[in-house]
């Protein structure tokens, strides 16, 4: 069997050059070999083979139905609203200078109007009108844009949301999918999607791809959804997308007290509807080096997936698959190996099979590209989480 991956070459739009890290700007790390380079190790696998799909357009409403129309508006105008305003080469990427701290700001706080429609006021007056929005809306010094970005960011929507849909295809086709053969696929999106809120940007995100899948799954599906969340860093643009709702479950594992920073406790389980319904297990770097630290985090993510992912009986299970968990990865890194990936896969098609023991239906597990920032491994680590996916260990 080969599993279909969803990828399209608009990502080369987004090439920032330097992002702002603790002060220093240094070269970006979100770069576009991570997916060139991705590409090239899945078709060279041997282990597993790999069909790349160009995506379908799904528009804008699927997007819609996630982030406000402000914030979408924005984002297609932000490169072009800042170098017009504040000025700089428009050819490099823009990052605020200013941001807005909307918890301290409190519920009235707003973003200035767009300066485009401020003809009468002073050019000084637009330029930080164009400052303060960007700041509104973008919520660190990582989270560049770049004259094309929209492009790619929309696309990279596109990619998950064609990798779910080809999911319900798959699943639904006239003649069912072989006795064992998995309903999986692969969505290469870049920009990342797990840190951007319903109107917020961060953390190289922008649009909340898998929340995107999520939601059109649930809309035009009628899905339950599991969402797993296994990138080094926490996941709280999903997390905030539907912390009062408990559909989807959003279940994470990562690194504590790393990006971003603030979130991603134990005690963060959800509000309202949603209590029990977001599960947090942060894991102290210190506790997953070496051997005994990858089998620590193997244990700790199968508790997760028996304890909350396989009694929650999804429809659906998508995957935010980040693969800067690996031992070497610039970025993140907790300890993990290339065959800690398989693993990985091997757990996640564990618990799949569960559910659809007991439930007597398939669950197509989509997987949505986050991070992993190691370019030259990436590729064969996420290959090997779809091979323990497929084939087990
Ligand atoms: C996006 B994704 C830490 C700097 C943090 C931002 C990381 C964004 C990660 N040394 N920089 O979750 O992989
Ligand atoms: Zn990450």
Redesign the pocket.
């Known amino acids: 069997m080969s599993v279909d991956v969803f990828y399209t070459e608009s990502h080369l739009l987004h090439n920032p050059q330097e992002?702002l890290?603790?002060g220093k700007i240094i070269p970006f790390?979100?770069t576009p070999d991570r997916i060139s380079n991705a590409v090239d190790a899945l078709v060279r696998s041997r282990s597993l083979s790999f069909n790349l799909t160009s995506p379908t357009d799904f528009g804008l409403e699927p997007i819609r139905a996630v982030h406000s129309d402000d914030y979408i508006e924005y984002l297609r105008h932000a490169h072009a609203e800042w170098t017009n305003y504040v000025g700089g080469d428009p050819t490099r990427g823009v990052t605020p200078d200013i941001w807005a701290i909307r918890h301290i700001s409190g519920p009235r706080a707003k973003p200035p109007p767009s300066p485009d429609a401020q003809t009468s006021l002073p050019r000084s007056v637009r330029e930080g009108y164009a400052r303060a929005r960007m700041g509104w809306y973008i919520s660190?010094g990582?989270t560049v844009i770049m004259e094309k970005s929209w492009q790619a960011i929309y696309s990279a929507a596109q990619c998950a949301l064609s990798g779910a849909e080809y999911l319900v295809k798959l699943n639904s086709a006239s003649s069912p999918p072989k006795d064992d053969n998995p309903v999986t696929s692969l969505a290469l999106c870049r920009p990342?999607g797990?840190?951007a809120f319903r109107d917020v940007g961060a953390?190289?995100?922008f649009i909340n791809n898998i929340a995107v899948a999520a939601q059109h799954l649930i809309d035009r599906h009628g899905a339950r959804v599991a969402i797993l969340d296994v990138?080094?860093?926490h996941?709280n643009g999903t997390q905030s997308i539907f912390y009062d709702r408990s559909n989807p479950l959003f279940v994470s594992l990562h690194a504590q007290w790393?990006?971003?920073h603030y979130t991603g406790h134990e005690d963060e389980t959800g509000t309202g509807e949603g209590e029990g319904f977001t599960i947090n297990r942060p894991l102290a770097r210190e506790d997953c080096h070496g051997k005994d630290g990858e089998e620590h985090y193997h244990a700790t993510l199968n508790t997760l997936i028996h304890s909350h992912v396989v009694p929650y009986n999804p429809t659906f299970l998508l995957v935010s698959l980040?693969v800067?968990t690996f031992h070497l990865d610039p970025?993140?890194g907790l300890g993990l190996t290339t065959p800690g990936f398989r693993l990985i896969g091997a757990s996640i098609r564990a618990g799949v099979k569960l559910v659809e023991a007991a439930t007597k239906r398939r669950v197509p597990t989509l997987f949505v590209l986050?991070?992993?920032?190691g370019v030259d491994d990436m590729g064969e680590n996420i290959s090997e989480v779809m091979r323990g996916y497929v084939n087990g260990l």
């Open positions: 992002e890290e603790y790390h979100e660190d990582q990342p797990h840190h953390g190289y995100c990138d080094f860093h996941g790393d990006f971003p980040g800067d970025v993140g986050e991070g992993g920032y």
